[in-house]
């Protein structure tokens, strides 16, 4: 029996635990500086002046740049800058925007840095950035995407026409005359807030010049190290093989650690021009004012549909409030492109507007847009059931894309590899009595307890490649090597922000080779040793790194059992790799496998490390010659179902693979203050084939962990000013262990893949959406009141609150709980 | 932001009201000013400092004087506009001040509606309204006592020295120490 399929625990799991993590900012060097920044407090302004002398005077202060140096030591930032992005931007009325690290004459969001100052030690760099004296010049502020939509608006960038950066969409039949002739129509709003993904560890960047090999080196805490080589070497012009990039540890990425931000190109910059190691590690507030944000975005629906649920038409106006147009703002566009999720709908019209305000840049967050379109159409379900009357769970039975319809094209193009979505929701239905539970809650009732029941449906695409893209590529390259002593290293371009996918890629080469697994190691996130690769982003370490780390380890399991085949005299073809050795398929149990085959002839097995120690030791031999020496090998892994050739594949396809989740949630609503408790969660998750369930369930609890925090408590907050109100974790509300519920449960439905060797699908997204959509309309189940749809996020205590008390009939309600 | 103080001053209207407007006094009574100078009819230049907190820092700004009202039986009135930045950020607004009859001395409410930016709207803003309090408390208290100075102020005027007596003498009678009313 292999690995695949079973419960191992991540191997860096115990390391970490006890507090052995090495992160970015553990990394010592000798003699650092230390890098503090001057953000601009105005959300829109012009620069008039900056002056540093009072900065320069203090004690310590070793350097200081301003956006005219770093200008011309330095590319701008174009070329940082998703090229999607830059493609977009083509199309759009000349709409264009170049920025280097430091703002040089304009800040578009507060926060935005200005100037770097590098001193002997923090304190002193931070009290330097604060004498840094620069005046500005306010500009008209547009704080929301309601303003930056209203005709004679002030731009949020000047020179731009307008504040639409992109507007997608998608159409399929006809759905205005459609909704026309629909028995039923409904209509509303649904709207997600603004977030950040808050991992426990903020970005730390270190970095170190050589004057002797003319290198820097980086030690980041990033995604994609080889990306950010790419970034680092193009803004300062070097080549790429002359900066190494290290990702140690990292403590959280979920999509904010994507390289390309003003404050890594500073380190480097500093590192190189002052020839000494510099470090900086980003303070919480600043990271919630500057890492990037996301999902802030509003629909407008318009549904027509059958008596019996059916949804027959949809009409989708999104609008997203995307910042400045850098970094992930394509979230917004994904959204689109994924509506209207895991439903089938004949009539469909689907538009986005990606708008520009004056707040900080969007940073690519778990979900990057699935989540909201996810939410979106549950809640979208459950009004449709409440308007005909029906069960929430009918209706999404009687609307979700046909098992046996996939691979299915989307409105968008998107190609659905496979799925089967009644399934998951009737294995989850078999977890959750529904009718047990209908009883638990008229008991609550009469003890005056509000329990409610809540059913949600997410879709995750995963593997996400964009034609035209440096960053978002569904190919990746392994090297898998077997030393003489037949111990194996995997060198992979895919990283791990803490998920646990070397255990996974361990696992499969074990399996491959026919090793022990804790022979096996695994490096990762080193641009010096590894392959070229695309780093962590979209669930793709595992499906796409794993896949390439397989092909190498196939190549290798080729060549051992081609030398095993001399050592045993027995043909390639009738042997087997497993338990550390090679051994003819048909040889006996032991100990007769033990003895000869006859006398004096070959043995039945041999050691996997004795064939390896052969083909580095006899080259020249009998067994050996055919072989090429050496036991190595890189290969590269391109992902199936990606279509970038709209002339000859149709539609643009860029998501290969579907995993979704069904997941149901009981919550407690305390009338009287609005407070939400989630008591018990329980999922059916469906990545394809299962590599390891152990990793995938404890991807699935923190996606969960996120999609409650997105329920109940997370929100961004600006004034009319645009000034960012939540920059600390007190008011930020995350859910902790606290919050979590008590009970928590996830299972498995495996639907694979063709587009894997393996079947094995992305999962390292999933658990966000369903919950949001869960807790929402569990809430609703807990109050019972008739016409209550709550279709904002979060669901904080003051909202479900109002909510109780807008809705006709609520009062009453309120006093017989 | 929107705040509110009030106070109520041992002094006469008018003496408030000039005391209030008086660039000298200002220059005295504001907390950690710095500097404070007249750069035009009631427009005036500031330095700040300020060290509390969150909002710690120096700031430099800038204060007008507008449309202000007084005569009358009514209560007198003037805004007060400004803005300012500093290390920890910026802030802006303005705040009406209307002085009215409190017994024998004058009520003073203030009414202000203030913008911050920065890292005092970020990490500042869940403590702005105490700090704003603690400063005008600050405030008053400094010009209490300037107003207190001024009654007692060397020489003195002949119906300060006779309203002195008569309070001295007032306090004889109903045994209570003299001076404060309330």
């Known amino acids: 029996m292999g690995y695949i399929g079973q419960r191992i625990p991540g191997r860096n799991n115990l390391r970490l635990a006890r507090g052995a993590g090495q992160f970015t900012a553990d990394v010592q060097m000798p003699n650092p500086c230390f890098m503090a920044l001057v953000r601009s407090p105005y959300a829109h302004a012009e620069i008039e002046h900056v002056d540093v002398s009072a900065a320069q005077g203090l004690p310590g202060v070793i350097d200081i740049a301003t956006a005219a140096e770093v200008a011309q030591a330095t590319r701008p930032f174009s070329f940082a800058r998703p090229p999607e992005v830059e493609v977009n931007l083509a199309d759009m009325d000349g709409k264009r925007l170049r920025e280097y690290a430091l703002a040089e004459r304009w800040v578009g969001y507060s926060g935005r840095p200005v100037a770097a100052v590098v001193a002997e030690d923090p304190n002193t760099a931070a009290e330097a950035a604060e004498r840094v004296a620069v005046q500005y010049r306010e500009l008209p502020v547009v704080a929301s995407a309601e303003d930056a939509l209203k005709p004679g608006s002030p731009g949020a960038i000047p020179g731009w026409n307008d504040n639409l950066v992109f507007h997608t969409r998608y159409a399929k039949g006809d759905a205005a005359s459609a909704i026309a002739k629909a028995p039923g129509v409904i209509t509303g709003r649904v709207q997600v807030q603004r977030h950040v993904p808050v991992p426990l560890e903020p970005r730390a960047f270190v970095a170190d010049y050589s004057t002797r090999t003319g290198r820097l080196t980086m030690y980041a805490s990033t995604q994609m190290p080889h990306t950010d080589r790419s970034i680092l070497a193009g803004a300062l012009g070097m080549a790429s093989e002359d900066v190494q990039v290290i990702q140690p540890d990292v403590g959280g990425g979920f999509g904010c650690k994507v390289p390309g931000s003003d404050e890594e190109v500073l380190v480097a910059f500093f590192a190189r021009r002052l020839e000494r190691p510099v470090r900086w590690t980003e303070e919480r507030s600043e990271y919630f004012l500057a890492c990037g944000h996301a999902r802030e975005t509003w629909f407008d629906f318009e549904a027509g549909y059958r008596e019996d649920g059916k949804l027959l038409a949809l009409r989708i106006d999104a609008v997203a409030d995307i910042g400045l147009p850098f970094g992930a703002w394509v979230q917004s566009s994904v959204t689109a492109y994924c509506l209207p999720c895991g439903y089938a709908v004949d009539h469909c019209e689907v538009s986005m507007r990606s708008v520009v305000t004056n707040k900080c840049k969007w940073g690519g967050y778990r979900g990057f847009g699935k989540e909201a379109a996810s939410f979106c159409m549950e809640r979208i379900m459950d009004r449709i059931a409440d308007a005909a009357g029906l069960d929430r769970v009918e209706v999404r039975l009687c609307n979700f894309i046909p098992a046996d319809a996939f691979p299915y094209g989307q409105v968008s193009g998107a190609l659905l590899d496979s799925g089967n979505y009644q399934g998951a929701m009737a294995k989850l239905l078999a977890l959750v009595d529904q009718e047990a539970f209908r009883q638990e809650q008229a008991a609550a009732r009469t003890n005056g307890r509000c329990l409610g029941l809540g059913i949600g449906f997410e879709l995750t695409p995963e593997g996400c490649s964009m034609p035209n893209s440096d960053f978002l590529q569904g190919w990746d390259g392994a090297t898998v090597r077997m030393d003489p002593g037949g111990r194996v290293t995997v060198l992979t371009g895919v990283t791990s922000p803490g998920s646990g996918n070397e255990t996974g890629i361990a696992m499969i080469v074990a399996d491959e080779l026919g090793v022990p697994l804790d022979t096996v190691t695994v490096v990762q996130g080193d641009t010096d040793r590894c392959p070229y690769g695309l780093g962590n982003f979209s669930s793709r370490s595992l499906m796409i790194g794993g896949s390439a780390a397989l092909a190498a380890a196939r190549e290798l399991r080729e060549k051992l059992l081609s030398v095993g085949a001399k050592m045993l005299d027995a043909d390639p073809e009738d042997l087997e790799l497993a338990n550390g050795e090679i051994r003819v398929a048909a040889a006996p149990a032991p100990p007769a496998a033990d003895a000869p085959r006859n006398p004096g002839g070959p043995a039945w097995s041999v050691p996997i490390r004795r064939v390896a120690r052969k083909i580095y030791s006899h080259a020249f031999g009998a067994e050996t010659a055919h072989v090429e020496p050496g036991l190595e090998s890189t290969r590269y892994f391109r992902i199936g179902n990606v279509h970038h050739q709209p002339e000859t594949e149709g539609r643009l396809s860029f998501y290969p693979t579907w995993p979704f989740m069904a997941v149901a949630v009981v919550v407690e609503v305390d009338v009287e203050t609005g407070f939400v408790e989630v008591l018990r969660c329980a999922a059916v998750h469906d990545c394809g084939t299962v590599v390891n369930p152990t990793l995938v369930e404890a991807n699935t609890h923190g996606g969960i962990a996120q999609g409650l925090g997105a329920a109940l408590y997370e929100e961004l907050l600006h004034d009319d000013a645009a000034q960012l109100l939540t920059t600390t974790l007190m008011d930020y509300t995350l859910p902790t262990a606290v919050e979590m519920p008590a009970e928590l449960s996830v299972a498995h439905q495996e639907t694979p893949t063709a587009a894997t060797p393996l079947g094995a699908k992305g999962a390292g997204e999933s658990g966000v959406a369903g919950p949001m959509a869960a807790v929402a309309s569990a809430v609703e189940d807990a109050l019972g009141v008739e016409g209550l749809a709550l279709m904002t996020l979060p669901l904080k205590p003051e909202r479900v609150w109002r909510s109780i008390r807008e809705v006709a009939g609520a009062v009453q309600m309120g006093e017989t709980a | ?182």
């Open chain 2, 1 to 182: 932001m929107k705040l509110k103080f009030s106070r109520v001053f041992d002094a006469p209207r008018v003496a408030l009201w000039s005391a209030m407007l008086d660039p000298a006094v200002l220059a005295r009574v504001i907390p950690g000013v710095e500097r404070f100078e007249t750069v035009g009819e009631d427009t005036y230049d500031a330095t700040l400092k300020v060290g509390v907190p969150a909002v710690k820092g120096e700031y430099q700004g800038q204060v007008s004087i507008r449309d202000k009202v007084r005569g009358g039986d009514g209560p007198y009135s003037y805004v007060l506009e400004g803005g300012g930045q500093g290390q920890q950020g910026w802030a802006k607004g303005e705040a009406r001040i209307e002085f009215s009859d409190a017994g024998p001395g004058t009520r003073l409410d203030v009414d202000a509606d203030v913008q911050v930016g920065g890292r005092i709207a970020g990490v500042g803003q869940r403590m702005i309204e105490g700090v704003a309090k603690i400063m005008a408390e600050e405030f008053f208290a400094a010009f209490d006592r300037e107003l207190k100075r001024k009654r007692t102020g060397a020489g003195g005027s002949v119906a300060f020295f006779l309203r002195a007596a008569l309070r001295f003498l007032r306090g004889l009678f109903t045994r209570r120490s003299p001076g404060r009313s309330s």
